[in-house]
């Protein structure tokens, strides 16, 4: 027999055994042999495979059908608009913008999408994670400004990687965006790069009110989301980047913000 559990472990959260039972036991036995082998790493690789496959079938399917729905979403945007524009039709305008404003909705849903399809262009290369962030800088500064928050950046020397950069940015900007989202305005943002054990790590802070465990708990799930205008991808996307680039990703919230860890094993 073949049994699964999960214990306590002191430094990482949980342990996953997995426990062979092969012997009979009876009232009268005195004591039982049980080999325990620590199915730690095994079970992550799996989970993080089995993960990493369905987001590729998402991914095919969002290159083949990405481009076949936006094309139409494009041409009912585009006559909404004439619409909104005729005199005859004013009383409709609030109908009108409620239409427009939910195509624009699926439009960057499939723009999101689209990201997943777009993953694995191009090859990993070795440059260094602070000169990404220092070329999407201004954009992400500009996105900061338009909802009255700041962004402080504290790089400090890291040692380069084999980084995948499109997908880095990407990652870096769904982060961000995240982070600012979730302020209030006059909220400031950072964003911090350090080496420490071994690992160069990302670190995303905000000022918002945290996550809501019941989102916590789901983290990553496609399609999750508490924005009226959300996709509920950015997170995925972020999950299976650091995944192909055998990272790792956690989160630390609570009512004074939300700080997302991302980390890079470095060999020398
Ligand atoms: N920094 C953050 N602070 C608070 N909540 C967050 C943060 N980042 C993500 N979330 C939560 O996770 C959900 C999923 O995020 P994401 O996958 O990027 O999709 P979206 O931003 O389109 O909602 C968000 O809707 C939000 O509820
Ligand atoms: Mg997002």
Redesign the pocket.
């Known amino acids: 027999m073949l049994c699964q559990k999960n214990l306590d472990h002191v430094d990482s959260g949980v342990i996953h055994v997995e426990d062979s039972r092969g012997l009979n036991w009876s009232k009268d036995a005195e004591s039982i042999i049980m080999v325990t082998q620590d199915n730690t790493e095994q079970k992550f690789i799996s989970e993080t495979m089995k993960r990493m496959e369905e987001l590729h079938i998402v991914g095919q399917l969002a290159a083949s059908l990405g481009h076949e729905i936006r094309n139409p979403i494009s041409v009912v945007k585009g006559f909404l608009q004439i619409l909104r524009g005729k005199n005859e039709l004013f009383r409709y305008t609030e109908y009108l913008d409620m239409m427009i404003s939910e195509v624009d909705r699926v439009d960057s849903m499939m723009n999101?999408f689209l990201a997943f399809g777009r993953l694995g262009g191009g090859d990993p290369a070795h440059c260094n994670l602070n000169d990404i962030i220092r070329s999407i800088l201004p954009l992400l500064r500009a996105y900061a400004s338009e909802l009255g928050k700041r962004i402080l950046i504290e790089l400090e020397e890291i040692p380069d990687l084999e980084l995948n950069e499109k997908e880095i940015r990407q990652m870096v900007m769904?982060l961000v965006?995240?982070?600012l989202?979730?302020m209030a305005v006059g909220g400031v943002l950072t964003i911090r790069t350090f080496y420490a054990d071994k690992q160069v790590v990302l670190a995303v802070q905000?000022q918002?009110?945290?996550?809501?465990p019941y989102?916590l708990e789901k983290?990553?799930t496609p399609f999750?989301?508490?924005?009226d205008n959300?996709?509920?991808?950015?997170?995925?996307v972020c999950l299976h980047i650091v995944a192909k680039h055998r990272g790792s990703i956690d989160v630390q919230?609570g009512e004074n913000g939300?700080a997302?860890f991302v980390r890079f094993p470095y060999k020398s």
């Open positions: 999101e769904n965006r995240n982070g989202e979730a905000d918002g009110e945290g996550i809501p989102i983290l990553g999750l989301t508490t924005k959300g996709t509920g991808l950015g997170l995925s919230t939300t997302f």
